[in-house]
């Protein structure tokens, strides 16, 4: 129980099979309570209904992570009804699914904008308005994926994203370490989620990993979340800034799905 009596705001969850989804088992296995944000009701719907399936209750707040105000209204709203937390799990990415098809050359204008603002701004706007409603040694933990380091065919505009988010996570910890937040990412390997569907040859995508990873199998979202829950957890209380790899040990490996991906198709 190494979240008992700690306070927490998960962002991202779209259904059971979210990466969110989870992390926000897990802390409620270690103890936590929960608190979630949402965009639009049909989310809100099947967020209640995961809750409730759970036996579980926990408060639930909109938030448009591309509106400043609808941003300051949902912390506002979470230190009036939750308190101070403790830690904010950031799952919040999107692109356009025209820009994760064809090659990252192709980008639009539009589609780069879209994609960093939602995938990688909104963690600092949120870490912003967070840190003022945290408890001092609060954490906070983003959500990444190995196509922020290195080239995966057909994650394009996302990966850069992610770069950007990984390279934000540094910089906001050196900000609010100051506060006694710290900021780190896990970076999942490839899990069979609702936004994977619009990745390109996502099927072999989990092929490969599994195939290529030191531990021969592909990670599910009970092993972010457990990882997730000791980031956040006071056991980790002397780690920021950090990326941690859950992935079965793929990252670790040399030959990497880009050069199998040539070679199959040489």
Not at 16 to 37: K, P, T, V
Not at 195 to 200: E, P, Q, S
Not at 213 to 226: A, C, F, I, R, Y
Not at 247 to 262: M, P, Q, R, T
Request: proline residues 1%; negative net charge; contains cysteine.
């Amino acid at each position: 129980m190494i979240l008992k009596g700690k306070k927490g705001l998960v962002t991202g969850v779209a259904n059971q099979r979210s990466i969110a989804w989870g992390i926000a088992r897990s802390c409620w296995a270690q103890g936590a309570d929960l608190c979630f944000s949402y965009q639009g009701e049909r989310l809100k719907s099947s967020l209640d209904a995961l809750v409730a399936g759970e036996g579980k209750t926990a408060a639930t707040f909109e938030c448009d992570v591309t509106k400043d105000e609808s941003i300051t209204a949902l912390f506002a709203a979470v230190e009036t009804e939750v308190g101070k937390i403790d830690f904010l799990v950031h799952a919040i990415a999107y692109a356009k699914r025209e820009d994760l098809d064809g090659e990252f050359q192709d980008t639009s204008r539009d589609g780069f904008t879209t994609a960093l603002d939602i995938s990688s701004y909104s963690l600092t706007a949120l870490a912003h308005h967070a840190a003022g409603v945290m408890n001092p040694g609060g954490s906070i933990v983003a959500l990444s994926f190995i196509g922020g380091e290195k080239v995966i065919p057909h994650y394009n505009v996302m990966g850069v994203a992610k770069a950007a988010l990984e390279c934000s996570v540094k910089y906001l910890s050196h900000d609010l370490g100051k506060l006694g937040i710290r900021v780190n990412t896990v970076s999942a390997g490839p899990i069979r989620t609702l936004a994977a569907k619009g990745i390109g040859d996502f099927n072999k995508m989990l092929t490969i990993s599994e195939a290529r990873s030191s531990l021969h199998k592909n990670v599910d979202t009970s092993e972010v979340g457990d990882a997730t829950a000791f980031l956040v957890s006071d056991l980790a209380r002397g780690i920021t800034g950090e990326l941690v790899h859950v992935d079965a040990g793929y990252h670790a490996i040399s030959f990497s799905f880009a050069e199998e991906n040539n070679q199959k198709q040489g």
